[in-house]
């Protein structure tokens, strides 16, 4: 009978005189909370799941905006007023001196919408291509001359799916219309999927440019038809002529287009190749480079809601270092976002900052119209505010990085043409932290190792690539949402989840970052998402049952009680991470902190599934002294896979031990072990 392996030996090098960075555990460590289906609002907020979310000792808090996900716009709190009051209808301001509690709040979709498809529930469709006559897509007024100060072209989009043969194009145009535009087809693998792909351009048809009076113009864009998947008409100058009664300014900025095809000519005859339809099943996929934010009373989406402030400030999960709210900038407006910074500033909330929108880059959004729109409401909100810290983009993950389709100087970095945008508008010095998710793992379906063991390298080589690309040096890096992959997988809810969390943080705090938000601490059920293979998984700290009644903590959970309990302080006081280096190489990180009581903490991450390793561990070249360990591994938290009815056992707090002085560190398969000096 084969015995098991003996651990391998390593040594953990602390250094104590190398203070690498500092921070403080309550602004460090945060929840990332967001918006549910209809009902689960009142379902997550008890007494007892509040009870438990607050046991995982993450005393900041991210609130997350699903509706700039799903093209909506936010009444962040349902009293307030319509630019149309007469008609319920128009730009909507939530009202700041209301006295009510906010409870809930709700996003309402965008009846002048142009994308078929979006990053929330993903079940609107584009008025670009919806077969009716009377409704249209309309570009956000706020990215015109009129308020951005400078021209900032739109465009609109179609995805055939495949190379088509193609010569004509036809535009049914809205008010106000483009007087000036011109017609492009995308030369590469991909116009939508940008990471990853090698650099693709738009490229003018041969005939490509073209001026409009408005009403229907049928275009012949090449003398024959030649293949295209990608199709996009770019608007560069707009009529600002505005609909017959309007009395706001908004209707006649911008652009608006009723409907679009794409396809053919022969013999004066107009062959579309675009499915219209009023749905995005059935509609030909199209994207649009912005939308306004304008709706109607009629237009809440009933399926889903967002805890209101006030549910989350009675919950006290933002009790430590404070909230860091959002504002929606993609289809929001300045003073919606200015109203809800004088709200919580009335309500004396303790403010991390204020996150300006959520996921452009997922959006198509481009960085020269961030920025802009980030200009515009950075300085509305510094009015209000002088003291507020802003920040964003709160950027997808994107491996290896996070790019755009290449400008007129052949510059694809999201990052670097978004901080030179608000470098020429004198917006820099109101970019106050950097903001991005990280899920670094799309396939659930892979082997965990092989993700885990490079996982670290990942991180920081996309910490140091932001600021290679323009991030100043002054400004810290954010993690809004952390957690092990966007899709739903075992690893979210057995320990690679947890190893992953805690790498992360160590990694993020090692390159000079200032706080990580994990997602999920709301109690939630596991789920499928991935189809080619059968595994269930949730980002969250609490497994539950669909009802959101907790039925067992996941290894997520007790990790962040180490970081926040066992490797740090509780509170506010400073901590200092110290070097620490692991030799021989393997697939062990090590984070070291000199808490505010003196003693001397080391967070040790094995990310190896198969191989144990014993770390002794020295500080200035001497072996530790006595050591109190604290470590969660598979022998204490199992995962028993069984569709939506999998469960963990073992489930139990991770295992304390005393180490005498100069004996290794035990670090099992898969671990996250806290090691703390003895008094």
Same mark, same amino acid.
């Given at each position: 009978?084969?015995?098991?392996?003996?651990?391998?030996?390593?040594?953990?090098?602390?250094?104590?005189?190398?203070?690498?960075?500092?921070?403080?555990?309550?602004?460090?460590?945060?929840?990332?909370?967001?918006?549910?289906?209809?009902?689960?609002?009142?379902?997550?907020?008890?007494?007892?799941?509040?009870?438990?979310?607050?046991?995982?000792?993450?005393?900041?808090?991210?609130?997350?905006?699903?509706?700039?996900?799903?093209?909506?716009?936010?009444?962040?709190?349902?009293?307030?007023?319509?630019?149309?009051?007469?008609?319920?209808?128009?730009?909507?301001?939530?009202?700041?001196?209301?006295?009510?509690?906010?409870?809930?709040?709700?996003?309402?979709?965008?009846?002048?919408?142009?994308?078929?498809?979006?990053?929330?529930?993903?079940?609107?469709?584009?008025?670009?291509?919806?077969?009716?006559?009377?409704?249209?897509? !309309?570009?956000?007024?706020?990215?015109?001359?009129?308020?951005?100060?400078?021209?900032?072209?739109?465009?609109?989009?179609?995805?055939?799916?495949?190379?088509?043969?193609?010569?004509?194009?036809?535009?049914?145009?809205?008010?106000?219309?483009?007087?000036?535009?011109?017609?492009?087809?995308?030369?590469?693998?991909?116009?939508?999927?940008?990471?990853?792909?090698?650099?693709?351009?738009?490229?003018?048809?041969?005939?490509?440019?073209?001026?409009? #009076?408005?009403?229907?113009?049928?275009?012949?864009?090449?003398?024959?038809?030649?293949?295209?998947?990608?199709?996009?008409?770019?608007?560069?100058?707009?009529?600002?002529?505005?609909?017959?009664?309007?009395?706001?300014?908004?209707?006649?900025?911008?652009?608006?287009?009723?409907?679009?095809?794409?396809?053919?000519?022969?013999?004066?005859?107009?062959?579309?190749?675009?499915?219209?339809?009023?749905?995005?099943?059935?509609?030909?996929?199209?994207?649009?480079?912005?939308?306004?934010?304008?709706?109607?009373?009629?237009?809440?989406?009933?399926?889903?809601?967002?805890?209101?402030?006030?549910?989350?400030?009675?919950?006290?999960?933002?009790?430590?270092?404070?909230?860091?709210?959002?504002?929606?900038?993609?289809?929001?407006?300045?003073?919606?976002?200015?109203?809800?910074?004088?709200?919580?500033?009335?309500?004396?909330?303790?403010?991390?900052?204020?996150?300006?929108?959520?996921?452009?880059?997922?959006?198509?959004?481009?960085?020269?119209?961030?920025?802009?729109?980030?200009?515009?409401?950075?300085?509305?909100?510094?009015?209000?505010?002088?003291?507020?810290?802003?920040?964003?983009?709160?950027?997808?993950?994107?491996?290896?990085?996070?790019?755009?389709?290449?400008?007129?100087?052949?510059?694809?970095?999201?990052?670097?043409?978004?901080?030179?945008?608000?470098?020429?508008?004198?917006?820099?010095?109101?970019?106050?932290?950097?903001?991005?998710?990280?899920?670094?793992?799309?396939?659930?379906?892979?082997?965990?190792?092989?993700?885990?063991?490079?996982?670290?390298?990942?991180?920081?080589?996309?910490? #140091?690539?932001?600021?290679?690309?323009?991030?100043?040096? #002054?400004?810290?890096?954010?993690?809004?949402?952390?957690?092990?992959?966007?899709?739903?997988?075992?690893?979210?809810?057995?320990?690679?989840?947890?190893?992953?969390?805690?790498?992360?943080?160590?990694?993020?705090?090692?390159?000079?970052?200032?706080?990580?938000?994990?997602?999920?601490?709301?109690?939630?059920?596991?789920?499928?998402?991935?189809?080619?293979?059968?595994?269930?998984?949730?980002?969250?700290?609490?497994?539950?049952?669909?009802?959101?009644?907790?039925?067992?903590?996941?290894?997520?959970?007790?990790?962040?009680?180490?970081?926040? $309990?066992?490797?740090?302080?509780?509170?506010?006081?400073?901590?200092?991470?110290?070097?620490?280096?692991?030799?021989?190489?393997?697939?062990?990180?090590?984070?070291?902190?000199?808490?505010?009581?003196?003693?001397?903490?080391?967070?040790?991450?094995? $990310?190896?599934?198969?191989?144990?390793?014993?770390?002794?561990?020295?500080?200035?070249?001497?072996?530790?002294?006595?050591?109190?360990?604290?470590?969660?591994?598979?022998?204490?938290?199992?995962?028993?896979?069984?569709?939506?009815?999998?469960?963990?056992?073992?489930?139990?707090? =991770?295992?304390?031990?005393?180490?005498?002085?100069?004996? =290794?560190?035990?670090?099992? =398969?898969?671990?996250?072990?806290?090691?703390? !000096?003895?008094?």
């Amino acid at each position: 009978m084969l015995g098991v392996p003996a651990p391998t030996p390593l040594v953990v090098a602390v250094d104590p005189p190398r203070v690498v960075h500092a921070f403080r555990p309550d602004r460090a460590f945060g929840m990332a909370l967001d918006g549910h289906e209809r009902g689960d609002t009142r379902r997550i907020y008890t007494r007892a799941n509040i009870r438990a979310m607050a046991s995982a000792g993450l005393r900041s808090a991210s609130y997350r905006l699903r509706t700039e996900l799903g093209v909506e716009a936010w009444h962040w709190n349902s009293a307030g007023h319509w630019s149309d009051a007469r008609h319920h209808r128009g730009y909507w301001t939530s009202s700041w001196r209301t006295r009510r509690p906010i409870r809930v709040s709700y996003g309402y979709r965008l009846p002048r919408r142009g994308d078929t498809v979006d990053q929330a529930e993903d079940d609107g469709y584009s008025r670009l291509d919806d077969g009716r006559a009377r409704t249209f897509w !309309k570009s956000d007024p706020y990215l015109d001359p009129h308020f951005a100060h400078v021209a900032r072209p739109q465009w609109v989009l179609v995805d055939l799916r495949r190379p088509r043969r193609v010569d004509a194009v036809r535009v049914r145009w809205g008010t106000p219309y483009a007087t000036r535009f011109q017609v492009e087809r995308f030369d590469g693998p991909s116009a939508i999927a940008l990471a990853g792909h090698p650099p693709g351009r738009w490229r003018w048809f041969a005939r490509a440019r073209f001026t409009s #009076r408005g009403g229907v113009q049928t275009l012949r864009v090449a003398d024959r038809p030649q293949p295209v998947r990608f199709v996009r008409v770019l608007l560069t100058r707009s009529s600002h002529t505005a609909p017959r009664g309007s009395r706001d300014v908004r209707d006649r900025l911008g652009y608006a287009i009723r409907e679009l095809g794409v396809g053919t000519l022969r013999g004066g005859r107009f062959h579309d190749l675009v499915r219209h339809a009023p749905s995005g099943a059935r509609q030909t996929v199209t994207l649009a480079s912005s939308t306004d934010p304008w709706h109607t009373a009629r237009d809440r989406d009933p399926d889903y809601d967002q805890p209101g402030f006030s549910t989350v400030l009675a919950s006290g999960l933002a009790r430590g270092r404070g909230m860091l709210a959002p504002v929606s900038v993609l289809y929001g407006t300045p003073a919606n976002a200015v109203a809800e910074l004088r709200w919580l500033r009335a309500h004396r909330v303790a403010l991390r900052g204020i996150e300006l929108g959520e996921e452009p880059d997922g959006q198509l959004a481009s960085p020269e119209d961030y920025g802009t729109l980030y200009a515009e409401f950075a300085r509305a909100l510094a009015r209000a505010d002088p003291r507020v810290a802003l920040g964003g983009p709160s950027l997808q993950t994107a491996i290896p990085d996070w790019v755009a389709w290449p400008d007129a100087h052949g510059e694809r970095s999201w990052t670097r043409r978004f901080v030179g945008e608000l470098r020429r508008r004198g917006a820099l010095r109101r970019l106050n932290f950097f903001s991005f998710e990280w899920y670094p793992f799309d396939d659930g379906c892979a082997a965990v190792g092989p993700q885990l063991a490079r996982a670290p390298a990942m991180l920081a080589a996309t910490l #140091r690539r932001q600021r290679a690309e323009g991030v100043p040096a #002054r400004v810290p890096f954010e993690i809004t949402e952390l957690g092990y992959s966007a899709f739903a997988a075992r690893a979210e809810v057995d320990l690679p989840g947890a190893v992953l969390d805690a790498d992360a943080v160590g990694t993020l705090l090692a390159h000079g970052g200032d706080a990580a938000y994990v997602y999920g601490p709301e109690p939630d059920a596991l789920i499928r998402e991935l189809p080619h293979c059968d595994t269930w998984g949730n980002l969250t700290l609490w497994l539950s049952r669909s009802d959101r009644r907790i039925k067992h903590p996941t290894a997520a959970l007790w990790a962040a009680r180490l970081l926040s $309990r066992t490797w740090t302080q509780p509170g506010d006081a400073l901590h200092r991470l110290l070097a620490a280096s692991v030799s021989p190489r393997a697939a062990v990180s090590a984070y070291a902190v000199r808490r505010p009581d003196g003693r001397l903490a080391v967070l040790l991450v094995n $990310r190896d599934p198969r191989h144990a390793y014993a770390a002794a561990v020295r500080v200035g070249g001497a072996a530790a002294g006595p050591l109190e360990t604290a470590t969660l591994s598979r022998a204490d938290y199992a995962w028993h896979p069984g569709g939506p009815g999998g469960y963990p056992r073992p489930d139990a707090p =991770p295992v304390r031990a005393a180490v005498a002085g100069g004996t =290794p560190v035990a670090l099992p =398969p898969l671990s996250v072990v806290v090691a703390v !000096k003895r008094r």
